[in-house]
C-alpha cells in the first residue's frame, strides 16, 4: 500500500486520452493504474475477481484492480503517479 493520495483513483474520469497500452499479462498495477480493458479477440478475463466475457474489439470501461493473465486482452490507462498539466503539456512523474 502507498503512503501516496493516488489522485486518479478519487477524481472521475474527465477525458479519455491515456498514456500505456499493456497486455493483460504485462500489467504493472503498481506504478500504473489502469481504466479500460481492450480485447481483440473474444476473451473471458478475471476482472477485480469477476469473470468477465468480452467480445472481439470491445472496450471496457472499468477501474483494474487485478486481472488475469489473458490473451488478446490489453488494459488502458496512465502512470499512477504523475502530474496533472494543461492540455499543451505532456506528463511527467512525479520527482
Known amino acids: 500500500m502507498s503512503i501516496f493520495i493516488n489522485k486518479t ?3 472521475p474520469i474527465v477525458h479519455k486520452t491515456y498514456n500505456i497500452i499493456k497486455a ?3 500489467a504493472d498495477l503498481v506504478e500504473e493504474i489502469y481504466y479500460q480493458v481492450y480485447a481483440s479477440a473474444a476473451a473471458t478475463p478475471t476482472i477485480n475477481g469477476e469473470v468477465v466475457g468480452l467480445a472481439a474489439g470491445m472496450t471496457l470501461d472499468v477501474l483494474v ?3 488475469s493473465a489473458t490473451s488478446n486482452v490489453f488494459v488502458i490507462g496512465d502512470y499512477r503517479f504523475s502530474v496533472d498539466a494543461p492540455d499543451t503539456l505532456s506528463k511527467y ?3
Do not use: N, T, V, Y
Open 9 to 11: 483513483e478519487l477524481m
Open 24 to 26: 493483460a499479462a504485462d
Open 65 to 67: 484492480q487485478s486481472i
Open 93 to 95: 512523474p512525479e520527482p
